[in-house]
Protein backbone atom coordinates (compact mmCIF):
# COMPACT_ATOMS: atom_id res chain seq x y z
CA UNK A 1 0.00 0.00 0.00
CA UNK A 2 2.04 3.05 -1.17
CA UNK A 3 1.25 6.69 -0.19
CA UNK A 4 4.20 8.57 -1.98
CA UNK A 5 3.83 12.05 -2.01
CA UNK A 6 0.28 11.79 -0.45
CA UNK A 7 0.46 14.62 2.27
CA UNK A 8 -0.96 13.53 5.52
CA UNK A 9 -1.87 15.72 8.90
CA UNK A 10 -1.86 13.67 12.07
CA UNK A 11 -3.52 15.13 15.31
CA UNK A 12 -1.96 14.00 18.61
CA UNK A 13 1.07 12.52 16.66
CA UNK A 14 3.53 12.45 19.57
CA UNK A 15 2.58 9.10 21.21
CA UNK A 16 0.46 6.21 21.06
CA UNK A 17 -2.07 5.53 17.80
CA UNK A 18 -0.88 8.82 16.16
CA UNK A 19 2.88 8.14 16.32
CA UNK A 20 2.27 4.88 15.18
CA UNK A 21 0.24 6.61 12.36
CA UNK A 22 3.16 9.05 11.45
CA UNK A 23 5.58 6.10 11.33
CA UNK A 24 3.20 3.37 8.87
CA UNK A 25 2.35 6.52 7.08
CA UNK A 26 6.74 7.32 6.19
CA UNK A 27 7.41 4.12 5.50
CA UNK A 28 4.87 3.99 2.47
CA UNK A 29 5.78 7.06 1.40
CA UNK A 30 4.06 10.09 2.53
CA UNK A 31 4.84 13.47 3.87
CA UNK A 32 3.75 13.55 7.65
CA UNK A 33 2.57 16.56 9.12
CA UNK A 34 3.31 15.61 12.87
CA UNK A 35 0.88 18.04 15.19
CA UNK A 36 0.74 17.89 19.07
CA UNK A 37 1.62 19.88 22.27
CA UNK A 38 4.22 17.54 23.28
CA UNK A 39 7.74 19.07 21.04
CA UNK A 40 9.68 16.35 22.77
CA UNK A 41 7.74 13.79 22.35
CA UNK A 42 7.07 15.16 18.50
CA UNK A 43 10.74 14.99 18.08
CA UNK A 44 11.22 11.65 18.67
CA UNK A 45 8.52 10.54 16.59
CA UNK A 46 9.91 12.70 13.60
CA UNK A 47 12.99 11.12 14.18
CA UNK A 48 12.28 7.71 13.61
CA UNK A 49 9.69 8.94 10.58
CA UNK A 50 12.64 10.49 8.69
CA UNK A 51 14.60 7.40 9.33
CA UNK A 52 12.37 5.81 6.64
CA UNK A 53 12.72 8.43 3.92
CA UNK A 54 11.12 11.58 4.08
CA UNK A 55 11.58 14.37 7.00
CA UNK A 56 8.40 15.00 8.46
CA UNK A 57 6.90 18.76 9.22
CA UNK A 58 6.61 19.00 12.89
CA UNK A 59 4.13 21.70 14.14
CA UNK A 60 3.17 21.97 18.40
CA UNK A 61 0.06 22.99 18.71
CA UNK A 62 -2.82 22.40 20.72
CA UNK A 63 -5.40 22.08 18.90
CA UNK A 64 -8.57 22.95 20.50
CA UNK A 65 -7.26 26.28 19.83
CA UNK A 66 -8.93 27.79 17.01
CA UNK A 67 -6.00 30.25 16.04
CA UNK A 68 -3.69 27.18 16.62
CA UNK A 69 -6.05 24.59 14.55
CA UNK A 70 -5.81 27.34 11.66
CA UNK A 71 -2.24 28.17 11.91
CA UNK A 72 -1.50 24.44 11.85
CA UNK A 73 -3.00 23.73 8.52
CA UNK A 74 -2.04 27.18 7.24
CA UNK A 75 1.62 26.05 7.66
CA UNK A 76 0.98 22.69 6.13
CA UNK A 77 -0.53 24.28 2.77
CA UNK A 78 2.19 26.51 3.00
CA UNK A 79 4.99 23.94 2.99
CA UNK A 80 3.34 21.61 0.90
CA UNK A 81 0.57 23.57 -1.11
CA UNK A 82 -1.91 20.25 -0.87
CA UNK A 83 -3.40 17.75 1.69
CA UNK A 84 -4.31 14.20 1.04
CA UNK A 85 -5.26 13.06 4.07
CA UNK A 86 -6.66 14.11 7.63
CA UNK A 87 -6.52 12.41 10.73
CA UNK A 88 -8.42 13.33 13.69
CA UNK A 89 -6.43 11.80 16.23
CA UNK A 90 -6.27 14.32 19.47
CA UNK A 91 -7.88 12.51 22.33
CA UNK A 92 -7.80 12.96 26.20
CA UNK A 93 -9.06 11.36 28.65
CA UNK A 94 -10.30 13.26 32.15
CA UNK A 95 -12.93 12.33 34.77
CA UNK A 96 -15.80 13.55 36.40
CA UNK A 97 -18.99 12.31 36.76
CA UNK A 98 -22.53 13.77 38.25
CA UNK A 99 -22.03 12.81 41.95
CA UNK A 100 -18.66 14.03 42.40
CA UNK A 101 -19.60 17.27 40.65
CA UNK A 102 -16.59 17.58 38.26
CA UNK A 103 -18.68 16.27 35.15
CA UNK A 104 -19.21 19.86 33.69
CA UNK A 105 -15.46 20.33 33.96
CA UNK A 106 -14.57 16.89 32.78
CA UNK A 107 -17.27 17.44 29.50
CA UNK A 108 -15.60 21.18 28.52
CA UNK A 109 -12.09 20.20 28.69
CA UNK A 110 -13.21 16.52 26.90
CA UNK A 111 -15.80 18.17 23.92
CA UNK A 112 -13.03 20.69 23.30
CA UNK A 113 -10.13 18.21 22.16
CA UNK A 114 -12.24 15.33 21.26
CA UNK A 115 -14.97 16.95 19.46
CA UNK A 116 -15.02 20.32 18.52
CA UNK A 117 -11.25 20.06 17.46
CA UNK A 118 -12.11 17.62 15.14
CA UNK A 119 -15.01 19.74 13.27
CA UNK A 120 -12.55 22.73 13.21
CA UNK A 121 -9.84 20.81 11.52
CA UNK A 122 -12.21 19.47 9.31
CA UNK A 123 -13.55 22.24 8.02
CA UNK A 124 -10.60 24.26 7.21
CA UNK A 125 -9.33 21.05 5.55
CA UNK A 126 -12.37 20.19 3.70
CA UNK A 127 -11.25 22.97 0.82
CA UNK A 128 -7.99 21.60 0.20
CA UNK A 129 -9.23 17.79 0.69
CA UNK A 130 -11.75 18.61 -2.11
CA UNK A 131 -8.81 19.45 -4.48
CA UNK A 132 -7.10 15.98 -4.28
CA UNK A 133 -10.36 14.30 -4.00
CA UNK A 134 -9.16 13.24 -0.30
CA UNK A 135 -9.87 11.21 3.40
CA UNK A 136 -10.44 12.17 6.38
CA UNK A 137 -10.77 9.11 9.27
CA UNK A 138 -11.72 10.36 12.60
CA UNK A 139 -10.14 7.63 15.63
CA UNK A 140 -12.77 7.13 17.87
CA UNK A 141 -13.34 4.71 20.48
CA UNK A 142 -15.96 1.72 21.45
CA UNK A 143 -16.63 4.34 24.35
CA UNK A 144 -18.78 6.14 21.78
CA UNK A 145 -21.39 3.24 21.89
CA UNK A 146 -20.60 1.77 25.13
CA UNK A 147 -20.80 3.24 28.51
CA UNK A 148 -17.17 2.35 29.93
CA UNK A 149 -17.75 3.82 33.37
CA UNK A 150 -19.88 6.64 34.58
CA UNK A 151 -16.28 8.28 35.44
CA UNK A 152 -15.85 8.94 31.86
CA UNK A 153 -19.11 9.35 30.64
CA UNK A 154 -17.46 12.83 28.53
CA UNK A 155 -15.37 10.78 27.16
CA UNK A 156 -18.09 8.59 25.83
CA UNK A 157 -20.56 11.54 24.50
CA UNK A 158 -16.96 12.93 22.39
CA UNK A 159 -16.71 10.06 20.76
CA UNK A 160 -20.34 9.19 20.28
CA UNK A 161 -20.68 12.73 18.97
CA UNK A 162 -17.49 12.25 16.87
CA UNK A 163 -19.03 9.10 15.57
CA UNK A 164 -22.27 11.12 14.71
CA UNK A 165 -20.22 13.75 12.61
CA UNK A 166 -18.12 11.35 10.94
CA UNK A 167 -21.60 9.95 9.02
CA UNK A 168 -22.87 13.81 8.56
CA UNK A 169 -19.65 14.70 7.31
CA UNK A 170 -19.37 11.88 4.75
CA UNK A 171 -22.56 12.46 3.17
CA UNK A 172 -21.95 16.20 3.08
CA UNK A 173 -18.22 15.58 1.32
CA UNK A 174 -19.49 11.76 -0.96
CA UNK A 175 -20.18 13.99 -3.83
CA UNK A 176 -16.91 15.68 -4.05
CA UNK A 177 -15.36 12.78 -4.16
CA UNK A 178 -13.83 13.00 -0.31
CA UNK A 179 -14.43 9.83 1.80
CA UNK A 180 -14.89 10.03 5.69
CA UNK A 181 -14.78 7.35 8.16
CA UNK A 182 -13.75 6.77 11.77
CA UNK A 183 -11.84 3.95 13.66
CA UNK A 184 -13.42 2.66 16.95
CA UNK A 185 -10.44 1.02 19.26
CA UNK A 186 -10.66 -0.82 21.97
CA UNK A 187 -8.02 -1.33 24.63
CA UNK A 188 -5.30 -0.39 23.30
CA UNK A 189 -1.19 0.27 24.90
CA UNK A 190 -1.36 3.81 24.88
CA UNK A 191 -0.44 6.95 27.62
CA UNK A 192 -4.00 8.25 27.81
CA UNK A 193 -5.15 6.71 31.29
CA UNK A 194 -1.58 8.01 32.55
CA UNK A 195 -2.04 11.90 31.13
CA UNK A 196 -5.91 11.74 32.08
CA UNK A 197 -5.33 12.86 35.75
CA UNK A 198 -3.42 11.97 39.05
CA UNK A 199 -5.50 9.51 39.82
CA UNK A 200 -5.80 6.45 37.93
CA UNK A 201 -9.38 4.22 38.51
CA UNK A 202 -9.08 2.95 34.85
CA UNK A 203 -6.21 1.57 33.01
CA UNK A 204 -5.77 -1.37 30.87
CA UNK A 205 -4.02 -3.94 33.65
CA UNK A 206 -8.25 -4.94 34.68
CA UNK A 207 -9.84 -5.23 31.15
CA UNK A 208 -10.24 -8.60 29.83
CA UNK A 209 -11.21 -9.03 26.28
CA UNK A 210 -12.53 -12.16 24.63
CA UNK A 211 -9.09 -12.43 22.34
CA UNK A 212 -7.45 -11.86 26.09
CA UNK A 213 -5.78 -9.56 24.35
CA UNK A 214 -5.10 -5.50 24.40
CA UNK A 215 -4.03 -3.92 21.06
CA UNK A 216 -1.07 -2.17 19.94
CA UNK A 217 -0.79 1.02 18.70
CA UNK A 218 0.35 -0.40 15.30
CA UNK A 219 -2.91 -2.33 14.73
CA UNK A 220 -5.20 0.74 14.79
CA UNK A 221 -2.30 2.20 12.40
CA UNK A 222 -2.73 -0.22 9.84
CA UNK A 223 -6.62 0.40 9.81
CA UNK A 224 -5.85 4.59 9.28
CA UNK A 225 -4.01 3.36 6.31
CA UNK A 226 -7.00 1.17 5.07
CA UNK A 227 -9.68 3.48 5.10
CA UNK A 228 -7.20 6.34 3.69
CA UNK A 229 -6.19 3.82 0.37
CA UNK A 230 -7.57 3.12 -2.88
CA UNK A 231 -8.32 0.22 -1.40
CA UNK A 232 -11.22 1.42 0.28
CA UNK A 233 -12.81 3.71 -2.24
CA UNK A 234 -16.42 2.70 -1.82
CA UNK A 235 -16.16 3.11 1.91
CA UNK A 236 -17.48 6.16 3.42
CA UNK A 237 -19.20 7.02 6.49
CA UNK A 238 -18.28 3.83 8.32
CA UNK A 239 -17.01 3.22 12.07
CA UNK A 240 -14.68 0.20 12.04
CA UNK A 241 -14.32 -1.52 15.48
CA UNK A 242 -11.29 -3.07 16.30
CA UNK A 243 -11.41 -4.12 20.05
CA UNK A 244 -10.03 -7.92 20.65
CA UNK A 245 -14.23 -8.56 20.54
CA UNK A 246 -14.60 -6.52 24.11
CA UNK A 247 -18.18 -5.31 23.11
CA UNK A 248 -18.97 -9.17 22.50
CA UNK A 249 -18.54 -9.16 26.26
CA UNK A 250 -19.79 -6.00 27.45
Do not use: W
Request: proline residues 4%; contains cysteine; charged residues 20%.
Amino acid sequence: MSFKNKVVFISGASSGIGAATAKEFSKEGAYVVIVDRNETKMEKVAAECESYGKKPLVIKADVSEDDEAKAAIDKTIQKFEKLDILVNNAGILRYGNLIDGRILEAYDEVMATNLRAAIHLTSLAVPHLIKTKGSIVNISSIAGSHVVSPLVVAYSVSKAGLNHFTRGAALELASYGVRVNAISPGPVYTDIYENAGPVHPIDNSNIETPLGTISDPIEIAHLVLFLSGDKAKAITGSNYVSDNGYLLSH
